[in-house]
């Protein structure tokens, strides 16, 4: 069995509750979300994270705005929707059943042992 595999199946699941829990604080542009995640020990590509912010927005989840920029061309921040809040709170709902179950059965010990 490949551990590596398993690893980013795990992490592909939990992507876009991540990514939606950096995006729910505030404003977000995608460099700074990859950033943000990056410093959190999870890894991801842009070109992993640009398709997700537009499948996203094609939901209805999250919706942008353009900035001029400085430094460059005009940069888009991404915010959560009334309708992406409510995916939120369901995913994070999910999220904390998931972790409280997982952690329960970790640290669960059998009184069976012998």
Do not use: H
């Amino acid at each position: 069995m490949n551990i590596d595999n398993t690893q980013s199946q795990m992490r592909k699941g939990i992507l876009e509750f991540c990514i939606l829990s950096v995006i729910k604080r505030g404003e977000a542009y995608p460099s700074d979300i990859i950033e943000e995640m990056r410093a959190a020990g999870l890894q991801i590509l842009e070109g992993t994270l640009y398709p997700l912010l537009t499948r996203l927005k094609n939901a209805e989840m999250l919706t942008y705005r353009w900035e001029e920029s400085n430094s460059g061309p005009p940069r888009k921040y991404f915010s959560l929707t009334e309708k992406g809040e409510g995916f939120y709170k369901e995913l994070e709902q999910t999220w904390n059943e998931l972790s409280n179950a997982v952690n329960t059965l970790k640290t669960k010990t059998t009184t069976n042992q012998q």
